[in-house]
């Protein structure tokens, strides 16, 4: 098929914009003194932050600069076609990706949490057959499975290039960022220091996560129907807008059209928000 003369001259001003993009992103990108590459680097360091944690096989910065290339080449698309709503596939690519790794990190340490109490209880098991805890650890290792397996395996490899053991754990703890783990691994050093029977601490401190997660349990069961009824109360008001404004067009019309209909939205959402969040702030029960 033979291409017409406004088709070529389409494609030439696309290769034209792109490369004007491309190398006007590069020139800003590598001027390392400029706020554009100290922001995009230090974006490239959180995301490499996320990425260690979960020992994934990439690094932030590939993730950034994948990120700007489908950015750059759908705001390109976007003008070139005049389809704006490629706009949308800009702006999911830059939240998303963290929002994405945030979330598996979320996920993974609570699935750390979950299985605590059974990596406690092997650890006690193996410090009854062999006093050494690193010994213990690696006897442990074998036997455990999930994400909590990577971070037992990286603390040994610690330990073997020369690190303390206590500093090890206490790397682990920071890794893994999570209240009931960091706990878990204060109860252990302190009876390691202290010369306490470990084994004995670590099934009671096994058996208190245990009746923690329990009464969590028992809380998140309580609390489902409030949670439920919060969020149908919560959209209750739009869903009634939009009804009566389906039912008759005119009948809130003075809210969008008169100074006393402003106040009253105004007012009205003020107050849905403080309904909102004292709803949460009573859901949301710590234990």
Excluded: C, H
């Amino acid at each position: 098929m033979i291409l017409s003369k406004w088709t070529l001259v389409g494609w030439l001003a696309a290769l034209l914009v792109s490369g004007g993009a491309g190398l006007a992103i590069y020139t800003v990108v590598t001027d390392t003194e400029g706020p554009a590459y100290k922001a995009f680097m230090a974006y490239a360091e959180d995301l490499e932050r996320l990425v260690r944690l979960m020992y994934m096989p990439t690094t932030g910065l590939k993730i950034a600069l994948q990120q700007l290339a489908v950015i750059v080449g759908s705001i390109v698309f976007a003008l070139l076609s005049g389809e704006t709503i490629v706009m949308l596939v800009a702006v999911a690519a830059a939240i998303l990706p963290k929002i994405v790794l945030e979330d598996k990190l979320n996920k993974r340490r609570r699935s750390i949490d979950d299985v605590l109490d059974t990596f406690l209880v092997a650890l006690a098991n193996a410090l009854k057959v062999s006093p050494s805890l690193g010994d213990a650890l690696r006897s442990t290792a074998i036997l455990i499975r999930g994400p909590i397996k990577e971070d037992v395996e990286y603390a040994l490899k610690e330990y073997n290039l020369g690190t303390p053991l206590d500093q090890a754990l206490m790397n682990m703890a920071k890794r893994i960022e999570s209240r009931t783990f960091s706990s878990a691994m204060a109860t252990l050093l302190i009876g390691r220091q202290t010369g306490g029977d470990l084994p004995k601490i670590l099934e009671r401190s096994a058996a208190t996560l245990r009746e923690m997660a329990r009464l969590e349990g028992v809380v998140r069961t309580k609390t489902a129907e409030g949670k439920s009824q919060a969020w149908v109360l919560g959209a209750m008001p739009f869903v009634m807008v939009i009804v009566l404004q389906s039912m008759d067009p005119m009948w809130l019309k003075p809210l969008w059209t008169s100074f006393i209909g402003y106040v009253v939205v105004i007012v009205a959402g003020i107050l849905w928000a403080f309904a909102i969040l004292a709803a949460r702030k009573i859901l949301n029960v710590d234990i």
